[in-house]
């Protein structure tokens, strides 16, 4: 059994859905030591989130954008945690209802996605900056 931790930083983001993918597999190259097992991704913010969708057309991402913005309006009279801005409570909430993790079973050394997945950092703030994410390997 492998067990395999590395922290890292994603670059700033806007506001909005975007694929990780590649970028989570630059900094976990070995991914390609495991033949069978999970890798989990964990973000260490309260104002972000992850999920695993659509990876081919951008329209999905809009979509998400525009759903999650009449889903959880940033009206500022509705909400007490204000203190950053109109987006505050709002992108805690958002990241509450997506989640801080996503896990990704690993064969023959790829992650066994299927055809049109791909890993999303969905930005919930205006300015979010960079991200901390914590990548978990554990397999054979």
């Known amino acids: 059994m ?3 931790q590395k922290e890292f930083s994603l670059k700033p983001r806007n506001r909005g859905f975007h694929l990780i993918t590649r970028e989570v597999l630059q900094q976990v190259p070995e991914v390609a030591k495991i033949n ?10 309260t104002s972000a989130g992850l999920t695993i969708n659509e990876n081919a057309d951008p ?10 913005n009449r889903t959880v309006p940033e009206d500022i009279s509705l909400y007490e945690h204000t203190l950053e801005g ?16 996503v896990s990704i079973p690993i064969t ?7 055809t049109w997945q791909g890993i999303y950092l969905c930005e ?3 300015r979010g900056g ?11």
């Open 2 to 4: 492998t067990v395999f």
């Open 36 to 45: 069978a097992g999970i890798m989990q991704i964990f973000i260490q913010h």
């Open 59 to 68: 329209t999905v991402r809009t979509d998400f954008e525009t759903f999650f």
């Open 86 to 101: 109109t987006d505050d409570m709002t992108s805690h909430i958002k990241s509450s209802l997506l989640g801080s993790s």
């Open 108 to 114: 023959n050394g790829e992650l066994n996605l299927g």
């Open 124 to 126: 919930h703030r205006n």
């Open 130 to 140: 960079s991200r901390k994410i914590v990548v978990t390997l554990i397999g054979t």
